[in-house]
């Protein structure tokens, strides 16, 4: 028999920016938890393909179109999720981008781009989730996506860096705030992992090698890697568990 801790039957779940990569492994791993799931991105084409690819696997699964970090945009799709009576059970604060420049040539302009993304972004929709969560008495849980970079930093990456080790920290606050509404926010960090995000990176010889011999597992992690995690922090199992981060890294950032 399952253990009950981990079912999300009955909750329904928004994993922002999950028309590919590790928020649609996430939408998918929670949704066969039992959870029902809204697929998040800003183009139509790309999130509907991810909702038919979850309905064809059985899974309860919708799409909201929207910019994590449009303030009007997130407001107007939490009023569309209340005019549905939608309500969001679980967060996962999933959407980010990459901006790669050494910093004596960073724009201001990819700076914001980059913080506006991977940071504000998780504060908007966080507080928007949050005070539906509140307002409806019966607890949450939000999921912030940080990085190896929540803990070191990286050449060329400053403000992906900033930004997720501002996640690890963002969490930190919100379950300092709502802990007392039944709330836990909690982030994963995600070593380097197979998704377009790092196409370049896959494709040049030298990264691929540095990748391999860094990390103690010596590969690149998968998507559906971060499912069991993220499974245990949308769940009644994690309840306890407030403002961690847990770096699903094959060892990365344990050894030297
Ligand atoms: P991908 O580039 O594969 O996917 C990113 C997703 O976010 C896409 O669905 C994209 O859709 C969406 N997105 C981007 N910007 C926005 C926005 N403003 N509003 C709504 N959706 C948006 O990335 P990954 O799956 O690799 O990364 C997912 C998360 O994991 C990110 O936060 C990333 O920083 C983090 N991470 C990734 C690691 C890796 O090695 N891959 C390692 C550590 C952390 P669209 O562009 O169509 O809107």
């Given amino acids: 028999m399952a253990n009950p801790l981990f079912d999300l039957t009955g909750r329904t779940a928004l994993i922002t920016g999950s028309a590919r ?30 909702v ?23 407001a107007a799709a939490f009023e569309a999720f209340d005019a549905q009576g939608l309500h969001i059970d679980i967060l996962v604060n999933n959407a980010g981008i990459q901006h790669r420049a050494p910093m ?23 507080k928007a989730a949050a005070r539906r969560m509140v307002a409806r008495g019966q607890g949450g849980k ?10 070191a930093a990286r050449a060329t990456v400053a403000p992906y860096t900033v930004a997720k080790g501002g996640i690890k920290l963002l969490s ?6 709502w802990a007392q509404f ?57 309840n306890y568990v407030n403002g961690q981060i847990i770096y699903v890294d094959g060892g990365w950032l344990s050894v030297l």
């Fill in 21 to 50: 990569g590790i928020g649609l492994a996430i939408a998918q791993g929670l949704g066969e938890s039992g959870a029902a799931v809204v697929v998040n991105g800003r183009q139509p084409a790309a999130v509907q393909a991810a």
């Fill in 52 to 74: 038919d690819k979850l309905t064809g696997l059985g899974l309860q699964a919708q799409g909201a179109v929207f910019d994590v970090a449009d303030e009007a945009a997130v």
């Fill in 104 to 126: 004596l040539d960073l724009a201001l302009k990819d700076w914001q781009r980059v913080i506006d993304t991977n940071l504000t972004a998780a504060f908007l929709v966080g």
């Fill in 142 to 151: 939000v999921i912030n996506i940080g990085s190896l970079t929540s803990e």
């Fill in 172 to 177: 930190k606050a919100m379950a300092a705030e």
């Fill in 182 to 238: 039944n709330i836990q926010a909690n982030s994963i960090g995600p070593g380097y992992i197979l998704t377009d995000m790092n196409a370049a990176l896959i494709q040049n010889p030298s990264f691929d090698a540095w990748v391999k011999a860094s990390n103690p597992a010596q590969r690149w992690g998968r998507p559906e890697e971060l499912v069991g995690t993220a499974v245990f922090l949308a769940s009644a199992a994690s």
